[in-house]
């Protein structure tokens, strides 16, 4: 099977630790993954709320230069800074969670690109330049600056991810792009009540916007009390499947970067998911959409039209 993960903070935990993404006793590594037919892994830089400035960009460039490092150490997952041109079996795609990494500098989008990122998280839970996260009270939408950074990230085909935002800031990034954007790693608040997750309504502006949304793993995510089964799960990809996701629902493992239930230990438990949604009587062509083929048609096609 195929596997595309919208989210993982393996390569900020290989930072910390001096470990590798490559072999490690993580929930992923590339030698993991090489189990499967295919997988692409969307691997973020975390900025931590504490980072801010050039602390913040500091991170991002020892991850980037780590990464870097790793992928020409290993000839098996090649990294596509574009995704329609550069594709592999196995793929890895460099995101930022966390704005706070442009330190209000709108030229350094320019440098993101340069370093082949992605998807840019606009907020982490706190605030920043760009805006407000899920965890700040009475939060707001867009500042100044944000609002000039949304058709900047777009003309530089660096697709705008709204996990951890809150609501304001949600609503703000809805009116103000042009080109879908994306939840890589959120649930739905209507099966568990974390601020974090997505009300319906939020799903549907993503759909609308040709957006995708990644299931995520926290286990704070899928149940209230923590306590989870694949079932718990299911659940969420359930109420996604009837507000007319299809063709928008992802995984966001949140691998290395959250509290992963019983029932999931890591790359390994991808595989054990979907073979559980087949004995549930899943189509395995709508199976085949959730955990590879409409992200993989989705980032294909961003960057097919932005070539055009
Ligand atoms: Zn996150």
Same mark, same amino acid.
């Given at each position: 099977?195929?596997?595309?993960? &919208?989210?993982?903070?393996?390569?900020?935990?290989?930072?910390?630790?001096?470990?590798?993404?490559?072999?490690?006793?993580?929930?992923?590594? +590339?030698?993991?993954?090489? !189990?499967?037919?295919?997988?692409?892994?969307? +691997?973020?830089?975390?900025?931590? =709320?504490?980072?801010?400035?050039?602390?913040?960009?500091? &991170?991002?460039?020892?991850?980037?230069?780590?990464?870097?490092?790793?992928?020409?150490?290993?000839?098996?997952? $090649?990294?596509?800074?574009?995704?329609?041109?550069?594709?592999?079996? /196995?793929?890895?795609?460099?995101?930022?969670?966390?704005?706070?990494?442009?330190? *209000?500098?709108?030229?350094?989008?320019?440098?993101?690109?340069?370093?082949?990122?992605?998807?840019?998280?606009?907020?982490?839970?706190?605030?920043?330049?760009?805006?407000?996260?899920? &965890?700040?009270?009475?939060?707001?939408? #867009?500042?100044?600056?944000?609002?000039?950074?949304?058709?900047?990230?777009?003309?530089?085909?660096?697709?705008? =991810?709204?996990?951890?935002? %809150?609501?304001?800031?949600?609503?703000?990034?809805?009116?103000?792009?042009?080109?879908?954007?994306?939840?890589?790693?959120?649930?739905?608040?209507?099966?568990?009540?974390?601020?974090?997750?997505?009300?319906?309504?939020?799903?549907?502006?993503?759909?609308? !916007? *040709?957006?995708?949304?990644? &299931?995520?793993?926290?286990? /704070?995510?899928?149940?209230? %009390? *923590?306590?989870?089964?694949?079932?718990? $799960?299911?659940?969420?990809?359930?109420?996604?499947?009837?507000?007319?996701?299809?063709?928008?629902? !992802?995984?966001?493992?949140?691998?290395?970067?959250?509290? +992963?239930?019983?029932?999931?230990?890591?790359?390994?438990?991808?595989?054990?998911?979907?073979?559980?949604?087949?004995?549930?009587?899943?189509?395995?062509? #709508?199976?085949?959409?959730?955990? /590879?083929?409409?992200?993989?048609?989705?980032?294909?096609?961003? =960057?097919?039209? %932005? +070539?055009?």
């Amino acid at each position: 099977m195929k596997v595309f993960d &919208l989210h993982c903070d393996t390569l900020f935990k290989a930072n910390e630790t001096g470990k590798s993404v490559v072999r490690n006793d993580f929930e992923f590594s +590339m030698e993991k993954a090489e !189990s499967y037919e295919s997988y692409t892994q969307v +691997m973020a830089i975390w900025i931590p =709320d504490e980072y801010r400035k050039e602390r913040a960009f500091h &991170l991002a460039e020892a991850c980037y230069r780590r990464l870097n490092r790793e992928v020409d150490r290993q000839n098996v997952f $090649l990294k596509a800074d574009n995704y329609a041109e550069e594709k592999s079996n /196995y793929t890895v795609i460099l995101s930022v969670e966390g704005g706070a990494v442009l330190s *209000g500098d709108i030229e350094k989008v320019k440098v993101l690109k340069a370093m082949g990122v992605r998807f840019l998280t606009l907020t982490w839970n706190g605030s920043n330049e760009i805006g407000d996260g899920i &965890l700040c009270d009475s939060p707001k939408g #867009l500042t100044p600056f944000g609002r000039v950074l949304v058709p900047e990230l777009e003309r530089n085909n660096i697709i705008i =991810d709204i996990s951890h935002a %809150s609501e304001p800031l949600f609503y703000d990034v809805a009116e103000h792009t042009t080109k879908p954007f994306v939840a890589t790693h959120s649930n739905s608040r209507r099966y568990c009540q974390h601020k974090r997750n997505l009300t319906d309504d939020q799903f549907r502006i993503i759909c609308q !916007s *040709g957006g995708i949304v990644g &299931l995520n793993f926290h286990k /704070y995510f899928i149940t209230d %009390s *923590g306590k989870v089964t694949f079932l718990d $799960l299911q659940k969420h990809l359930e109420h996604f499947l009837s507000l007319g996701g299809e063709n928008h629902i !992802s995984l966001g493992s949140d691998f290395d970067g959250a509290e +992963m239930p019983e029932c999931i230990r890591g790359v390994q438990s991808i595989g054990e998911f979907y073979n559980y949604l087949l004995s549930e009587n899943y189509n395995e062509s #709508l199976l085949k959409k959730i955990f /590879y083929d409409n992200a993989d048609h989705f980032l294909t096609k961003y =960057d097919e039209e %932005s +070539m055009e």
